[in-house]
């Protein structure tokens, strides 16, 4: 009875990422409830594919995922409907950083809020998986915290730039690999026009931001880099494909586009 308790979870939860019909006997017949023999032959082949995919999702989705891209690709608009989406499933690590709290701002949930000399310690014993100085400040993610995050059994999502991105790879203890992924504008134009449209950044900004965004682009063409590239051409397309790779698809989905200064 047990195993068939989970047909409603199975069928809920799974079933439509696939859409198949057949994968809906493939669950039944796993879960006890179809037993006719006379049907085997026919979802043999589906049920063993289905079983591969999802014991590799399931793999994939415990797996932390470091997303990058030029500011302006719109990571932070794919993250907040990801967040919005699905609550209890993602979570972001807690930061350290040796700035004052601002007004609001709670030790332990907004950021962990460190001397200087505390923080220099915690790299001397390689416990960032990345860290980075921004306005005399310091800022870092803890291999701990990370690891915090996947206790609670929700998946762990890290927002880089390339700098984080080189120093991720480079960090020793972070067990098993996590998956990059990059968000990429379609063309340079696109992504120009865009920062434009936010209304809030001076031409010297958006010059500024460019040029930031250039260097992104030529570390994203280093082979083996990232592991999954999606290109932001259409904000629900490409939620669409960024949600199932959050959920654990590690399939790839689009190649970087030439991306020069058209």
């Known amino acids: ?8 979870y199975l069928l809920d939860t799974i079933v439509p990422y696939f859409g198949e019909d057949i994968l809906r006997i493939c669950f039944l017949r796993e879960a006890g409830v179809l037993m006719d023999e006379g049907v085997d032959s026919q ?28 500011s302006g690709t719109g990571k932070s608009t794919l993250l907040s409907r990801l967040f919005l989406a699905h609550p209890d499933k993602f979570g972001f690590s807690v930061s ?5 709290p601002r007004q609001g701002e709670v030790d332990g949930k907004h950021y962990y809020f460190v001397s200087r000399d505390t923080f ?7 416990a960032f998986i990345e860290h980075a100085q921004f306005s005399n400040n310091y800022y870092g993610t ?24 080189r120093q991720i790879k480079t960090t020793k203890g972070l067990e098993p690999n996590p998956i990059y992924l990059f968000i990429s504008p379609p ?18 900004s958006i010059r500024t931001r460019l040029n930031t965004a250039v260097k992104e682009i030529d570390y994203s063409r280093t082979p083996g880099v990232h592991d999954i590239i999606i290109v932001n051409d259409n904000l629900d397309r490409a ?6 790779v959050a959920l654990g698809d590690s399939s790839p989905v689009d190649d970087l586009p030439p991306l020069d200064n058209n």
């Open 120 to 126: 220099q310690n915690l790299i001397q014993d390689g």
């Open 142 to 165: 803890s291999i701990q915290t990370v690891k915090d995050v996947a206790a609670s059994g929700r998946r762990c999502i890290l927002d880089n730039d390339s700098q984080g991105v």
């Open 1 to 8: 009875m047990a195993r068939v308790t989970m047909v409603p």
């Open 43 to 70: 979802i043999q082949p589906a049920y063993l594919i289905l079983s591969r995919l999802v014991a590799r999702r399931h793999v994939a989705f415990r797996l932390l995922l470091v997303i990058s891209g030029p």
């Open 239 to 244: 939620y669409v494909a960024f949600e199932r």
């Open 96 to 100: 350290h950083t040796t700035r004052t």
């Open 187 to 204: 063309n340079m134009k696109s992504l120009r026009e865009r920062l434009k449209g936010q209304g809030s950044e001076s031409e010297s």
